[in-house]
Nanobody, 126 residues
Framework: QVQLVESGGGLVQAGGSLRLSCAASGRTFSSYAMAWFRQAPGKEREFVAGITWSGTSTHYADSVKGRFTISRDSAKNTVYLQMNSMKPEDTADYYC???????????????????WGQGTQVTVSS
């Protein structure tokens, strides 16, 4: 059974930092791009950051560029999202996702991602 399990969410003050982790089990994702999405109440799920299968290329939403960093440890089958200088508008449920296509470039829409975690809640207070 394939599972993506996020952790590291919580409550943080504006300007603070959090590090999210996404641990995969049931199969290896070393040949697949991985991404983080988020969904705030009443809003659609949106792309936050993505990383290629090799880890050599990343892509970020404009809203988080310069503040968030995505990375992966293929040996641990884990993807991370380091979030710094956080803002109240970063408040959302954060989801990691695995691309269904091996060795593909990063895509910002949800359609190509066929494995999703259950989400971890992030709240940034002002």
């Amino acid at each position: 059974q394939v599972q993506l399990v996020e952790s590291g969410g919580g409550l943080v003050q504006a300007g603070g930092s959090l590090r999210l982790s996404c641990a995969a089990s049931g199969r290896t994702f070393s040949s697949y791009a991985m991404a983080w999405f988020r969904q705030a109440p009443g809003k659609e799920r949106e792309f936050v950051a993505g990383i290629t299968w090799s880890g050599t290329s990343t892509h970020y939403a404009d809203s988080v560029k310069g503040r968030f960093t995505i990375s992966r440890d293929s040996a641990k089958n884990t993807v991370y999202l380091q979030m710094n200088s956080m803002k109240p508008e970063d408040t959302a449920d954060y989801y990691c996702a695995a691309d269904s296509r091996p060795f593909a470039n990063i895509v910002v829409t949800t359609t190509v991602y066929n494995y999703w975690g259950q989400g971890t809640q992030v709240t940034v207070s002002s």
